[in-house]
């Protein structure tokens, strides 16, 4: 019965959010409906256990999304992203007026745009706080239809720039703890990576075609604000520099990524204020605070859902029938790590739980530990943002779309191109075991 609960807690879950019910009291009736039918301690699961991590990931979480939100207002008011989009577009678009061009590069410039980010060492969900007001920009040039916008912004936060050689996300430095170093793999990573570019880039254009055929067209959300095209805009070095300081504090200095990220908002409100002056700081100050709550206790609630599925004993239990599985190697190492990242909610903390248990038995049927680490990172990325994963919730609300809406083009990037990474980077190492 307590496996059932689980799977209906998920259903639950799942079908509140795409009714576009708050994740957080979606979350918090998944958990109740598990601790009703699982017969479990209700004060201790929804007080100490839900609400307990809830504030956990409140409190580490917190202050990354407050100075990123407000960092993302400066670049919006004080129209840098709006010329950092025209730059970009003028350079992707000026040699063609091929409509079905502009989608492909338009995408394409935002899937790069945010890898970059991740790849500099910044979180995720800092990125697509980052990258959304050029990716809006860029996406209004193009004619891109506004829906597609976080199936382009997660096609590079959240796919191979965590499971790329090299990467210092977490989910790539989790899969060193088997002994690997961070570029193993590499050849095949980078096929993968490739792969999954492709994947999205030839989705995305048919999708947009014929969304554009059926008269679809961008328009923006009613919390979206645009900048005066007739407005002068900062130079776009001026633009650009807030990013590389913060890629420079973070990455060179080790500096916490908050405080990073704190002082990149300074550095950027001083370079911004001859054009936006007081109010317009005061303006991106407090517009930025009140949006940063949403998208932590979004977060926050799944991983609570999570924590109380956790504590159940049968939770254990399926992992070890999991990991016990009679399969090829290649199999269960794709398999187990994709089922408890979709479980989990999340890439880092599934990997981190499924590889160092399976790497044993794997390496005893044949497979190498960078064929593990390598293999196991792309499909840590493969079903961890199914709908009952915050970072998906909360990337579907900053784009203020309905899930039913945005999460179609979220499932390309990070499902269907992740799944083709995955067996891209499987295969590569499979024929060719030599290659670093």
């Given amino acids: 019965m307590n496996y059932i609960a689980m799977l209906i807690g998920f259903v639950v879950l799942v079908l509140l959010c795409m009714a576009n019910i708050n994740v957080m009291l979606s979350a918090f ?8 039918l699982a017969g479990l301690p209700v004060t201790e699961s929804l007080v100490d256990v839900f609400f307990g991590r809830f504030g956990e990931i409140t409190g580490s979480l917190f202050p990354v999304f407050l100075f990123g939100a407000v960092l993302a207002k400066l670049y919006t008011l004080s129209v840098a992203a709006s010329g950092i989009a025209d730059s970009i577009c003028l350079f992707l678009f000026k040699k063609t007026d091929n409509k079905n061009t502009k989608f492909t590069l338009g995408f394409l410039s935002v899937i790069i745009a945010s890898a970059v980010l ?54 790539n430095v989790v899969g060193m ?18 792969m999954e570019i492709v994947v999205m880039l030839l989705i995305f ?29 900062p130079p776009l070095i001026l633009s650009l520099m807030p990013i590389l300081i913060l890629l420079m504090v973070f990455n060179i200095f080790g ?5 990073s990220i704190l002082i990149t908002t300074v550095f950027a409100a001083m370079i911004f204020f001859p054009g936006m002056g007081k109010e317009g700081i005061f303006r991106s100050m407090n517009e930025g605070a009140k949006g940063a709550l949403l ?3 979004a977060i926050a609630a799944v991983n609570g859902f999570a924590a109380v599925i956790q504590s159940m004993p049968e939770y254990q239990k399926l992992i070890d029938m999991i990991l016990s599985a009679k399969v090829p190697p290649v199999m269960l190492l794709i398999g ?15 990997a981190q739980i499924a590889l160092p248990a399976i790497a044993p038995a794997l390496t005893q049927l044949g497979l190498s530990l ?28 900053l784009a203020d779309l309905k899930m039913k809406e945005g999460y179609p083009p979220v499932f390309v990037s990070t499902v269907v191109a992740t799944t083709c990474g995955t067996l891209t980077a499987a295969l590569v190492m499979t024929l060719f075991p030599a290659l670093p």
């Fill in 370 to 397: 960078p064929f593990i680490h390598r293999v196991g990172v792309f499909a840590a990325t493969m079903l961890d943002s199914l709908p009952n994963s915050g970072s998906v919730i909360m990337a579907v609300g």
């Fill in 29 to 36: 009736a998944a958990a109740f409906t598990v601790t009703m």
């Fill in 205 to 233: 254009t048919r999708m947009c075609i014929k969304a554009s055929q059926a008269g679809e067209h961008f328009e923006p959300g009613p919390r979206d604000v645009f900048a005066d095209d007739n407005k002068k805009k």
């Fill in 118 to 171: 991740c790849y500099g060492g910044i979180n995720a969900a800092v990125a697509l706080l980052a990258i959304y007001p050029i990716a809006l920009n860029i996406f209004r040039r193009a004619d891109i239809p506004k829906r597609f916008i976080m199936g382009a912004i997660c096609g590079g936060a959240f796919t191979f720039a965590l499971s790329g050689p090299g990467s210092p996300q977490p989910t």
């Fill in 255 to 259: 500096v916490n990524i908050s405080l």
């Fill in 295 to 297: 998208p932590v206790g």
């Fill in 336 to 350: 187990c790590v994709a089922f408890i990242c979709m479980i989990t909610g999340g890439s880092t903390t599934g």
């Fill in 177 to 194: 703890v088997i002994g690997t170093g961070p570029y193993c793999g590499l050849i095949a990573g980078i096929a993968a990576s490739i």
